[in-house]
């Protein structure tokens, strides 16, 4: 609190913006991806949306949570502001655009509420909420690719790249820092889960609907899974690890639109 009583930067801040770095890249890759490939009206529109709704979550916690009255009342204004930009910029959307490109919603939203499910319970960090999260915010790419006059088969294929990057790393991460830290981890499925993404980018290229850059940045997540969670790995600080990710949703990015 300030000294005139009203909530200081720090607690705007607190309430307004999510506090888990790793959830800003998830929302913005595939937003960039959708946009950088196929810029339209619309999908600027559903952008703004989604990432209204990803800011949206936060706050809205927050209120449900919050116990001052002062804390639940910044909160819900957030809140309300949030849910008034997603909500008019999804309506422009199917007013430029039409309902037909927000089919992949229907598959999306039920791996949303999965994870808030299990984020209103505060377990958001069970196997279940760290999956359907990476899957449900990809779909994004492919709303705005459909937007943008797409075939239906290109979109889905680049929710399929971006899940298939972002899914395993966050398991990745996880184990990485549990190794690190000495608590132990259980590898194998990470391997496992990198690579089932790359065996199915790779069929998706041979249908070609992707490029081979994406196959090789799959391929490269896949050896650095291997070796990252290996005896042999390298000492690494946690903020390096967090750009390294960023650093690889960047590449995947740019590969789907220019490689």
Request: glycine fraction near 8%.
């Amino acid at each position: 609190m300030s000294e005139n009583g009203k909530p200081g930067r720090a607690a705007w801040k607190a309430i307004a913006l999510p506090a888990e770095h790793g959830s800003w890249g998830l929302t913005l890759e595939p937003i960039l991806a959708g946009m950088l490939t196929l810029p339209s009206w619309p999908g600027l529109l559903f952008s703004v949306a989604a990432f209204a709704a990803f800011l949206l979550r936060w706050p809205l916690r927050s209120y449900l949570l919050a116990r001052r009255q002062e804390r639940k009342r910044l909160a819900w204004q957030f809140s309300a502001g949030y849910g008034m930009v997603s909500l008019l910029a999804l309506l422009g959307t199917v007013w430029l655009g039409g309902w037909a490109p927000l089919i992949p919603l229907l598959i999306a939203i039920p791996f949303g509420l999965v994870f808030v499910y299990y984020d209103w319970r505060r377990v958001g960090r069970t196997w279940q909420a760290e999956l359907a999260a990476p899957i449900a915010f990809a779909g994004v790419v492919a709303v705005i690719l459909l937007l943008g006059d797409a075939e239906v088969g290109q979109a889905y294929a680049f929710w399929l790249a971006l899940a298939g990057r972002s899914a395993p790393s966050i398991f990745y991460v996880r184990a990485r820092l549990n190794l690190d830290k000495e608590r132990g981890a259980i590898v194998w499925p990470v391997h496992s889960l990198h690579l089932l993404a790359l065996i199915l980018v790779l069929v998706v290229r041979l249908a070609g609907y992707l490029n081979w850059a994406t196959v090789v940045i799959l391929s490269l997540l896949l050896l650095r899974s291997l070796w990252g969670l290996s005896p042999w790995r390298l000492a690494v600080s946690v903020p390096r690890i967090g750009v390294a990710e960023m650093v690889w949703g960047f590449l995947l990015v740019l590969a789907l639109a220019y490689g």
